[in-house]
């Protein structure tokens, strides 16, 4: 298990930029692959973007391609997610997760460990 904590929410006027943290613990964060998701009030959770083992495979959701970066830093054991050009439906709870292995995934199951969330309000 790692232990995932996330950073950087807050609310934003539409057309603004927020740069999201999740720092990990607990185990080696190189042996991970790492994800973002998010869920609005009344959906499902949803895939937003992930990041091989290594950084070298990104993976993104059409509607925010383009639009948000996905990136790590090994060295602080933190996974960032840069989100720039913000609109109101990507007003949500923003989850880092973690994947024992070196393959990115986009599929929520299939991610071993959670962060609390951290809340993203996008005003227009």
């Known amino acids: 298990q790692v232990q995932l904590v996330e950073s950087g929410g807050s609310t934003v006027q539409a057309g603004g930029s927020l740069r999201l943290s999740c720092a990990a613990s607990g185990r080696t964060f190189s042996w991970f692959a790492m994800g973002w998701f998010r869920q609005a009030p009344g959906k499902e959770r949803e895939f937003v973007a992930s990041?091989?083992?290594?950084?070298?495979?990104?993976y993104y959701a059409d509607s925010v391609k383009g639009r948000f970066t996905i990136s790590r830093d090994d060295a602080k054991n933190t996974v960032y997610l840069q989100m720039n050009s913000l609109k109101p439906e990507d007003t949500a709870v923003y989850y880092c997760a973690a994947r024992r292995g070196r393959v990115a995934v986009t599929t929520p199951s299939l991610m071993d460990s959670w962060g609390q969330g951290t809340q993203v309000t996008v005003s227009s």
């Open positions: 990041i091989n083992w290594n950084g070298d495979s990104t």
